[in-house]
């Protein structure tokens, strides 16, 4: 017995509709960049998504390298705090003002808070360089920009 086209088009809606139920829920983003200056392509959005990918200006999701996921996730604890009671750099809410000469700022708002600097901001935790560094590595490698 032959079966009939329709009877084809409906079980494959209803497997994609099966597969789609079980695809769980959304990953969870681990930070925002959000990244200004005073040079050419200095403005940059990075949401960085903890299954390993990262949007660039808020456009589809990219991969990024397994370091820079573990390098990512490092930040986040930094960022937040690795227990309930450690306090991270996030929940402080640091907003360190630019030095004379400022290139780049950033922003970058994680789960317990917002953080600022600039690349010249005087006193970073060693963090803020590591985002900094791992905002330019990204924007290069997974979406293709200038900085």
């Avoid at 227990?83 to 317990?112: Q, W």
Wanted: proline letters at 5%; hydrophobic letters at 35%.
């Amino acid at each position: 017995m032959r079966r009939r086209p329709a009877f084809a088009l409906a079980a494959a809606v209803a497997a994609l509709a099966t597969l789609s139920a079980c695809s769980g829920p959304e990953p969870a983003d681990l930070f925002v960049v959000s990244r200004t200056g005073t040079i050419p392509g200095a403005k940059l959005s990075l949401r960085f998504i903890d299954d390993g990918g990262v949007s660039c200006n808020r456009g589809p999701r990219k991969d990024i390298t397994s370091a820079q996921l573990i390098t990512a996730r490092e930040l986040r604890r930094e960022l937040d705090g690795e227990k309930d009671d450690d306090v991270g750099l996030a929940e402080k809410h640091i907003d360190l003002p630019p030095g004379h000469v400022t290139t780049l700022s950033y922003r970058v708002r994680s789960e317990n808070g917002t953080v600022a600097f600039s690349d010249t901001s005087a006193h970073q935790p060693k963090a803020f360089y590591r985002l900094a560094k791992l905002t330019r590595d990204v924007a290069q490698q997974s979406c293709g920009l200038a900085r």
